[in-house]
Each structure stands twice: as structure tokens, then as C-alpha cells.
């Protein structure tokens, strides 16, 4: 009977736009599908009417969390008792709010008529709250319910099988010729039951994804469509180096110096591109010309000077050796002069060479007369920390890490027959420290010196074996002045001053 559950405390789940509701059983109406709660309360807090009436349409899940004892009182507000039980009510009790809960069936002489959820069908919310319960919040909310998709009701709800024959059947919310109704049934129709328990197998489901037969005929597609493969596994993608152009560009010339006469000996860079040697006087001529156009000795020095410290620094050890934190490792370089404009080249090496923290020991020897390049060179080298030695005796008798030979001069040939100039070569030969020759003569004879490395300025002469490895650097002489002098000329330095060369 309807009377039985009067009293009982309720929880009713109106979904998520209306919430859960729960209160005491105050009424029961079977012939309008209603059920009202007395005190109740809204999500945790306590409404402030103190009796809401909810339809069948608006609930999705009924719990009975308390059924009242032979005692109590079983109506509570202005109930009337009903001739006969709620269809589908008091099937399930949830837990309840201190985390306990029983099972229990609702005793009735008749049976239950639970319905099928294929038998459900989509009804208008409509909360009707006595006294001062908000209308605007509950038309707002059913308004929502009823144009939403999937409204999903469990077995709590009441069929339409057991609503009374005068009861007008509500009408259906957004439904079109069943088809909102058959999508419901399709996606929430099957029994919870049926739903296995066993856990997904990713890994063997994985297994039986073919990935070589899935790209093969991805490939197989795009080749016959013509549209572009953004890469298969099979296709390896093109690597290029950092120093290599990926763009498609003209053929490489590599012969792009041509002088007017016939080389003695061609050089080629790291690049592949070929320099050609030239006279020791057409090096000359060219000197003569840049110098007429204003690149002057001085300028030629200092370019000179700067380059072979940048390249006497990199054999020093760069700056693995050269650090704040290696000042007990301080390099030191001998440096050998002659009374020239070769020595002088030297002297603004051994200048650059001493402001980055090396050890310069500069050998000149004395005359009465010197040249004004060296004299101000010498001017610049005495404010530096280097020592100048003019005596073979003070030299170091110890290895030292690096020897730069600028002794001989391509002109002055007597200079080798001076007995300063051979007790120099003869330490410089005893000491067996790796040496470093700045624009060595042509002819092997006249060096006295074996060289490991050998620096050339502007364009190479036809050294030897015994110049060691060549070096190129640059020393700012301009295009139009190779031009003039019969030298068709292209920089083969790129973005590099000092370039090796490598014998053809």
C-alpha cells in the first residue's frame, strides 16, 4: 500500500541540472504520479519551503535511505493515504549518509511491474514546490531537461504501462518520429549485467595492428593518386651537413683565381676550390699596387700580425689553454727577427701575442740603424709584458711551446752568412719545439729552419716541402687591385681570415 511508505526518508537523484533531493515521505498520488517530501533538503543544504512535490518524469534514481519502525509515525504534513503501493519504489536503498546501508524489498501483496528501459519514454520536467519554492529556477532547469539528449532514467521510474487510464500521457521532449528515443535505447539499452568484467587486453589487441600492411597500402594510395607521401618507414629522409646547401643551386666553380702566368703550384681549400701560386714578383707587384692605392705598410703589418696570433693561438691550445683558470699553464713563445720587414711582421705578432696572456720572448739583433717599421713596432712591443732579447745566450734553455721564424727575408741573402744568424738557428734546431714560419722565402736552401706550419699573405708562393703545412690569410687587399694587376681573383676565405691549403 502507498501508506507503507509514508514517513520513509528518502534520496531522489534528478540528474545533474535539478540535483538530489531528500526529505521524509509526506505523500504519495498514483493517479497524478507524484511524490512529496517533507523538510526537505537540496544537495546538503536545507530548502526553505518546507514541502516539494516531484513527477515520475522528473526522477532518475530513488533511494530509500530510512523505513520507519511499527511505531512511527508514517504521514507527516497534509498526506492522504492511497489505496494502493508506488510501482517501482523502494526496490533499492543506497547508503545512507553515514556510509551504512541495507538491502531491502518493499513488502507488497501485489507484484511489482518494474519496466524495461526500451518501454521509457521522454517526459517534460515539471518541479511544482508548494508555498514559496523559486518557479523561474525549476522552468529554467526543465527547460534544459527537456531538450537535452540521453536522459537517462533506471529502473526506479515508473512505467507507462502502470499510469492510470484518466492520466493524461505528457507529452515528448524534442522527439521526432522516435528517433531521439531510438538513439537512447541504443546507446544506454543494454542490461548492466551483460557488461563483462574482464579487463581490456591493450597488448594483444595492439598485436593484431598490422603497421607494415596499414603503411604499404597508405603508399600504395598516394602513389596512384599522385598526392605526396609525408614519409613511409621505408623512405629515409636526405641529411646534409651544416656547411652544405640544401637549396638546389648552380653548378660549383672551383677554379675561380686564374693568374696571367702558368702556376709552378696549385693549392686547393677544405672546399675543393683551387688557389694557384704565384712569382715571388708578381707577389710583389701586387703588394706594390694595394700600397699605391692606399693599403699601406702599416695596415699590411697590423692585418699581417693579427692573423698569424689568431693562428699561433689555435696551435697553442685555444682556449682549452688559453683560460682564467689555467694561469699556471701560461704558453711560451720565441720569437725570431730580422732586421726586415719580415721581422717586422713578427714584432705585431709578438704584440697581439702578448696582450692575450702569452710569454713572448722577442729575439732582434742590434744595429746601428734599424727601419721605421720596426722602430715603431719595437715602440708598441715595449709597452706589452714581452721580453727582448738581442743575444742568443738569452734564449731559454728549456723547451718552449712554440717558435716563430721570421729570420729570413727573400731579398737580403747575406743576412745568413752572420754568426748571430746561425747561432739562432742553431738553438732554434736544438730546442725541438714545433715552428711556425711567416712568409718563408721560395728557395729551400736559403731555410735554415725546418717549419711545421707556414703562413703565405694573400696569395701563396711556390713553397716546398720543407715549409710544411701552408697556410693562406687575408690581408685585405681588394678585389680591383688583383684586377689590375692581371689576377682574376674570387675570395676563396668564405667567412674565415686564416685557411689551410693543401698540396694538388
Given at each position: ?46 530548502c526553505l519551503v518546507p514541502e516539494v512535490t516531484f513527477r ?121 518520429n522516435g528517433q531521439m528515443k531510438s538513439k537512447d535505447d ?57 656547411d652544405e646547401n640544401i637549396l638546389e643551386s648552380e653548378p ?253
Open positions: 500500500m502507498a501508506t507503507d511508505w509514508l514517513g520513509s526518508i528518502v534520496s531522489i537523484n534528478c540528474g545533474e541540472s535539478l540535483g538530489v533531493y531528500q526529505g521524509r515521505v509526506s505523500a504519495v498520488d498514483q493517479v497524478s504520479q507524484t511524490i512529496s517530501l517533507t523538510r526537505p533538503f537540496h544537495n546538503g543544504v536545507k515520475a518524469g522528473d526522477i532518475t534514481e530513488l533511494k530509500i535511505l530510512e523505513i520507519p519502525g511499527p511505531g512511527d509515525s508514517r504521514q507527516c504534513g497534509d498526506s492522504q493515504p492511497m489505496e494502493t503501493g508506488i510501482p517501482g519504489v523502494g526496490c533499492q536503498v543506497g547508503p545512507s549518509q553515514n556510509g551504512t546501508g541495507k538491502v531491502l524489498k518493499k513488502p507488497s501483496s501485489a507484484p511489482q511491474n518494474i519496466p524495461r528501459r526500451t518501454d521509457m519514454k521522454s517526459q517534460d520536467i515539471v518541479i511544482s514546490p508548494q508555498q514559496q519554492c523559486s518557479k523561474s529556477y525549476m522552468d529554467r532547469h526543465m527547460e534544459t531537461l527537456s531538450q537535452s539528449k540521453g536522459f537517462r532514467r533506471r529502473h526506479n521510474s515508473w512505467s507507462s504501462s502502470s499510469r492510470h487510464p484518466n492520466q493524461v500521457t505528457p507529452k515528448k521532449s524534442g522527439l521526432k541504443e546507446c544506454f539499452g543494454d542490461d548492466i549485467d551483460e557488461i563483462p568484467d574482464t579487463d581490456f587486453d591493450f597488448e594483444g589487441n595492439l598485436a593484431l595492428f598490422d603497421k607494415a600492411a596499414v603503411f604499404e597500402e597508405i603508399e600504395t594510395y598516394e602513389r596512384r593518386s599522385g598526392t605526396r607521401s609525408r614519409g613511409t618507414p621505408n623512405e629515409k629522409p636526405a641529411r646534409y651537413r651544416h660549383i666553380v672551383y677554379r675561380r683565381i686564374v693568374v696571367p702566368q702558368n702556376p709552378h703550384k696549385e693549392f686547393c681549400t677544405d672546399s675543393g676550390l683551387v688557389v694557384p701560386s704565384v712569382s715571388y714578383e708578381l707577389h710583389k707587384k701586387l703588394l706594390s699596387v694595394a700600397e699605391k692605392h692606399g693599403l699601406t705598410l702599416e695596415r699590411r703589418l697590423e692585418m699581417t700580425g693579427v692573423c698569424a696570433s689568431q693562428m699561433a693561438l689555435s696551435l697553442l691550445g685555444g682556449p682549452n689553454r688559453l683560460n682564467p683558470k689555467n694561469v699556471h699553464q701560461r704558453p711560451t713563445v720565441a720569437l725570431l727577427c730580422g732586421p726586415h720587414v719580415k721581422g717586422a711582421q713578427g714584432i705585431s705578432c709578438g704584440r697581439h701575442l702578448s696582450n692575450h696572456d702569452v710569454h713572448v720572448i722577442l729575439f732582434l739583433p742590434n744595429f746601428v740603424k734599424m727601419l721605421e717599421s720596426i722602430t715603431n713596432e719595437l715602440n708598441l712591443f715595449s709597452k706589452t709584458q714581452g721580453q727582448q732579447v738581442s743575444s742568443v745566450k738569452d734564449l731559454p734553455d728549456t723547451p718552449v711551446d712554440l717558435v716563430i721564424n721570421c729570420l729570413d727575408c727573400h731579398e737580403n741573402a747575406f743576412l745568413r752568412d752572420q754568426p748571430w744568424y746561425k747561432a739562432v738557428v742553431d738553438w732554434a734546431n736544438q730546442n725541438r719545439a714545433p715552428v711556425l714560419s711567416i712568409d718563408p722565402p721560395i728557395s729551400e736552401m736559403e731555410l735554415g729552419i725546418d717549419a711545421k706550419w707556414s703562413l703565405a699573405l694573400g696569395l701563396p708562393l711556390p713553397l716546398g716541402e720543407r715549409a710544411g703545412r701552408v697556410y693562406l690569410c687575408d690581408i685585405g687587399i681588394p678585389q680591383k687591385v688583383f684586377q689590375e694587376v692581371g689576377i682574376n681573383y674570387h675570395s676563396p676565405f668564405g667567412c674565415k681570415f686564416v685557411i689551410p691549403l693543401h698540396s694538388t
